[in-house]
Every structure is written in C-alpha cells, then in structure tokens.
C-alpha cells in the first residue's frame, strides 16, 4: 500500500529519516512486520521527523500548528515554534533570480542590497535594500529551486496521509483532503502576489478603523513595481519586534506604563477589528511579527498567512465570547452546534455537559483572570472528543488569539483582552445587527416586511382554502416511525390474544359451576384445555421474543 522505501531517493530519504528518529509503528508497517493499533507519533519525534525532511515538511508543520481544531495541544505547542534549520542561500545565486524577475540590471532599480540575508525561512530569505532615491526597503527572496522542491514533495505526502490515515487521527478526520488543502496553501505561498495583496488589504481596513487611530499604526507599503511572484518589496520600518523594544520612560508627557499600555490596547483593538468586524485578520501575530516602531507605532509585518470569518460566524463566535463570560454551557454547545459541518450526530446533553464541566473552573473568578485562548482550546477540544469537526478557519481564529494573548500578556503582564475590547462590544452588537450602513439595512428589512404583508393575505386565504376543503396535509416524519408501530401492533395483538384467552378460561370455568348434564361438562373441559393450550403458546412466544414487558 505503501511506496516510502521503493522507487525515488527521496522517498528512501524519508524512510530513513523515520527509522532514524524512532516513530515504531510508521517502521513496522515499511517493513511489514508490526500490525499494532495505529497511532500518530510523539509530539517531539513529529517535530524532529519534520525538520529533518526540509523547509516543505516545516512548512507543513507550521500549517499543522494553526489547525488547533484538529491536534491536540501538545502537538500544537510542539509545532508552534518550528524553525527550519536552514541557510540563507548563496548571494549570486540570490542575485541571478533578483536580475531575472526585474527584467533588467539590478542597478537600474536599487542603488544597494545587503548581500546578507537579515532573516530566511524555508520559502525565502529577506535583504534589506535601497532605492535610486534613497528609500530604504525589505526585499523578501524566494528560495531558487523551492518550487521543484515543493512540487516533490506534495506528490509524497499523499503517502504520508494515507499512512496517517491510519491511526486514530485519521479515523476522524478525512486526512488525504487535509494533506490537499495544506498541499494548496503551500503552493499558493510560493506567489508573493498573494502577500502583497494581503498587507495591502490589511492596511486599507486599518486605515479606516473607527475603534484606533490608524496613525498609531503601520502596515508596510507595498512597491508593486518591484513585486513580482518571486519577489516582494516592501517599505523598510525601523523598530524592534515587540518583547525586544525599549520604550522611552516618558515621551509626550506620558510615562512608560501608560506608553506600554496603549500599544496594548492598540494591538488588542487592531486585531479585534480584523477578526469581528472585517472578517480578514493577520493570522500569525507571533512576537516577531508585531513591531514596536522607533516612532511610537505598532507595526503588524508579513502578511503571509491571514483568516477569513463571514458574517454569520463572526456573530456566533461574538455570542459564543459573551456565552463564556455568562459561563452558559447551554448556550455554548448550541453554538459550537451551530458552527459546526453540517450532518453530523452529535449529543446535545453530553456536549452541554462537558460545558458544564469545563466552565465550573472559572466560577470563582474574576474576568481578568480568564485566559480566553486557553478557553477556547477548551473549546476545540471538546469537540474533537465529541466528533464534532469544526469549519478550518476555527483553527485559525483559536491560534490567533493565543498567539496575540501570549504576545501582550508577555509585553504587559496585567493586560486582559476582555477589558480592553469591552467597549466596544456594545458597538460590535449594534454594527451585527444593523450592518455597517444603517439606513441600507433598515431599507432592506423595510422591502422584506413590505414582501412578507403583501404575500400574507394570499397565503392566509390559501391555508383556510385548504382547511375547508379538508385537503391541508402536513408532512413530517419521525425517525424509526415503522418500527414503533409494529412494536406497538404487536402488543396490541398479544393484548387481544390474552384478553381471549382469559375469556375461554372463565367460560369454562362458568360452564362448569353449572354443568347438569355430562355433555356441558365435556364442553367445558374441551374449552378449558384449548384455553390453557393457547396461553401456554402465547408464552412460549413471549419467552422467545425476550421482552416479558411487552
């Protein structure tokens, strides 16, 4: 079924690399001799396995690391911090793709580029450069050759899934469409178009922010002159990453308590706009990527990896924050039953139960005390352990907002991001319910009502049409319908059958109190022995069907 140590080097290469780091089941079925229970890894193999097979399989585990929804959080703390332990690539081989995607010298657009990379990942390496008019930038370079890599190993990893499809994991989730979907997402990163669009998307709804002052705030623009699929060029923000800034002491009368305060609450603010107000949020803000600028402002960097919510689960996942806060487990699993993939079984009392459980832990306390990433993981675990499969971009959202709690309670240890988004919570419900431009939807529901008083009469006069004509029907259907009737058909006849029975006995017993003649007292010993045959018959019947009760 499996090909890992057959044909290509590479497929040996990743037998090799599982033999070697440990992982006994994957072992025992290359070589055919284990039939063990199948199970996934442990957390640190998975990573060091990952690591060992290059930049393409960190990648996957980094695209692992966000679908919180699907592993368990071991295995998503054990792949948040994935780093590929690689090299920045050798500069002219840099240069030749940096001359090829700009179609001409590279002195014709840029007066100098730092020959050392200041950062490089496993799709590419970032220099910093300069225009001919002396503006400085971020040049982000895609890996020569990463496209063939990638291109190798997706045609692998169908194995790998069928592989993990297998175990435990696998059982519950369809996880050959996973590895398409992650396969999907790694291509899609190899056009730097996509990310340009991302963090110009980003920038333009931050700018018209009604809840933050978009001056307090940076998104790097993009050159789109200089951006080709390989090539990204972005405006140069001089700052450290957040946990590494020095913020000044004071500065514009303010001290540094009330500075370190406001980049908080910007952060905070800034990512609960993107999340339930736009539907389109940075979906790593791990400290790396959120900048304390030299200026003052808060700068949100590489846009490579972003979310998506539509209307209708930004208002559950609204309701299901406010369920929380309530600690409403009945709320909170016809929520999770709400955002759940439509047709599958679930046990409302059970999930409401588990809820229950889960929640009694934040009974005594207070609101800032509650780490709501971590109750949100909650969250995703209850539904794993009850087989309910949530929509991907949950994975995504709960990752955020670890990701971004982590980073600010880090940055300032007594922030809660309840109360620096609770005023405008009562905005958010207004905007949920009347939409971003009031009037339009006030119009809208005007024609709805206007459609629905128009359509009311006919339906009316239609409905007492029916129920004078006795031809009004109603169609519903109750699960296991049949089987209930021939149950109660069935004890219906045994009733009968009993009530006869019970009859012919006290017929005969009558007929024999008064029995004068020797023919009534034959008849009535002829009616009390077929009586008595009869009942032993019907129980007989009854002890062999198994339900005494019936």
């Known amino acids: 079924m499996f090909a890992l140590a057959q044909n290509t080097s590479r497929q040996k290469d990743i037998a090799e690399v599982i033999f070697r780091n440990g992982w006994d089941y994957a072992k025992g079925l290359i070589t055919n001799s284990k039939s063990d229970e199948p199970r996934l890894p442990s957390p640190e193999v998975l990573r060091n396995i990952l690591v060992e097979l290059g930049p393409v399989f960190v990648k996957l585990g980094q695209l ?13 703390d054990a792949l948040t911090a994935l780093q590929a332990r690689v090299s920045p690539v050798d500069w002219i081989e840099v240069e030749n793709l940096i001359k090829q995607e700009l179609g001409q010298p590279i002195e014709q657009v840029f007066s100098k580029i730092e020959q050392e990379a200041i950062a490089a990942g496993s799709i590419g390496q970032v220099h910093q450069a300069i225009l001919l008019d002396g503006t400085k930038v971020a040049l982000k370079v895609q890996r020569p050759g990463i496209e063939a890599i990638v291109i190798q190993d997706m045609a692998i990893l169908k194995n790998l899934a069928e592989l993990a499809s297998l175990t435990d994991f696998g059982k519950d989730f369809d996880i050959v469409a996973l590895a398409e979907e992650f396969s999907t997402a790694l291509i899609a990163e190899l056009d730097f178009t996509s990310e340009a669009n991302y963090t110009e998307r980003l920038q333009q709804n931050l700018n018209n922010s009604r809840w933050i002052d978009p001056q307090q705030i940076a998104v790097p623009k993009v ?35 009330t500075l370190r305060r406001e980049a908080t609450t910007i952060i905070f603010r800034s990512f609960f706009q993107q999340i339930y107000v736009d539907g389109f949020f940075h979906a790593d803000p791990h400290p790396g990527n959120i900048f304390y600028l030299d200026d003052g402002r808060v700068a949100f960097l590489d846009c490579g990896m972003i979310g998506r919510l539509d209307p209708r689960t930004q208002q559950i996942l609204t309701e299901m924050l406010l369920a929380v806060v309530d600690l409403d487990a009945q709320r909170c699993a016809q929520l999770t039953i709400e955002l759940a993939e439509a047709g599958q079984p679930v046990s409302i009392d059970r999930l409401t139960s588990d809820y229950d ?3 009694r832990k934040y009974f005594n306390l207070s609101i800032a005390e509650i780490n709501f990433s971590e109750v949100f993981y909650e969250i995703l675990q209850l539904s794993r352990d009850n087989r309910i499969r949530l929509p991907s971009n949950m994975g995504l959202y709960a990752k955020t907002l670890a990701n971004l709690e982590g980073v600010a309670r880090s940055f300032d240890p007594e922030i809660n991001l309840l109360n620096q ?42 409905l007492l049409d029916r129920l004078t004509s006795e031809t009004l029907k109603w169609n519903f259907s109750i699960r296991e319908l049949d089987v209930l009737r021939l149950t109660l058909d069935d004890s219906a006849n045994r009733l009968s059958f009993s009530i006869l029975v019970g009859s012919l006995i006290m017929g005969a017993a009558i007929i024999s109190s008064n029995a004068s003649t020797n023919q009534l007292s034959i008849l009535s010993n002829t009616l009390f022995a077929f009586a008595s045959l009869l009942g032993m018959w019907l129980i007989i019947i009854i002890l062999q069907s198994g339900r005494l009760r019936q």
């Open 64 to 76: 692992l690391s966000t679908r919180p929804d699907l592993l368990p959080g071991k295995y998503v």
């Open 421 to 462: 988004v609770k005023p405008l919570i009562s905005d958010l419900l207004r905007r949920q319910l009347l939409g971003s431009n009031p009037t339009e939807t006030l119009l809208r529901t005007a024609l709805d009502l206007k459609s629905l008083s128009l359509r009311s009469p006919r339906m009316a006069d239609v």
């Open 357 to 359: 459980q889960m929640l």
């Open 223 to 257: 050159y789109w002159n200089i951006t080709t699929t390989k090539l990204l060029t972005i405006e140069w923000l001089e700052g450290k990453p957040i946990l590494q800034a020095e913020i000044p002491t004071k500065k514009n009368g303010k001290d540094f308590n």
